[in-house]
């Protein structure tokens, strides 16, 4: 995928998790949260102008994911103090964001060695190539879509109390 496909992944993924996030903590974290999330999605990709660093190597593996968790929950646990699990939230977002761009990638003819050095098995699922605009728009736009449909609802409904089974 490209920029907009990822960026538009992440917030699709995101988005059923922002009225979640809200009814628990605050719309402040859960927005938090949807910026990370976008935020973090086209991380990756910093490995392209890089001429050291092969692209969709190092950038793209499951320990890239977690030290961009790690960061992430950092972060967060320094901006919300208040909230005690900041930290796992950010965490979780953030490398939750990476292993979104890694699911993003998989579906190229390209695809990935996300567990390289230890593991050097390549995943491809070979469904189109990453340049392929009308999947990048679409994504995007549904992913766009969702995210501010989910907040929209989310702000609506934000007094209402769900009846428990």
């Known amino acids: 995928m490209y920029q907009e496909g990822h960026s538009g992944f992440n917030a699709l993924l995101y988005a059923p998790f922002l009225p979640l996030v809200t ?9 938090l949260g ?21 692209h969709r190597g190092p950038t793209h593996t499951i320990w890239f994911a977690v030290v961009v968790g790690l960061v992430a929950g950092t972060g967060l646990a320094a901006v919300e ?11 979780v977002i953030g490398t939750g964001g990476i292993v979104a761009h890694l699911a993003g990638d998989v579906v190229t003819p390209m695809g990935i060695t996300p567990f390289a050095p230890v ?8 469904w189109f ?3 392929n605009s009308r999947i990048n728009r679409t994504v995007l736009l549904l992913g766009t879509m969702a995210l501010f449909g989910s907040l929209g609802l989310t702000v ?9 089974g």
């Open 81 to 91: 103090p208040s909230i005690p699990q900041a930290f796992q939230f950010g965490f």
């Open 119 to 126: 593991w050097n098995a390549h995943v491809t699922l070979d």
């Open 129 to 131: 190539k990453s340049k």
């Open 23 to 31: 009814s628990r903590w605050s719309l402040e974290l859960a927005l």
């Open 34 to 54: 949807a910026l990370l999330a976008v935020g973090v999605a086209n991380l990756p990709d910093l490995d392209q102008p890089l001429p050291r660093i092969r």
């Open 156 to 164: 609506a409904y934000r007094g209402l109390v769900l009846p428990t």
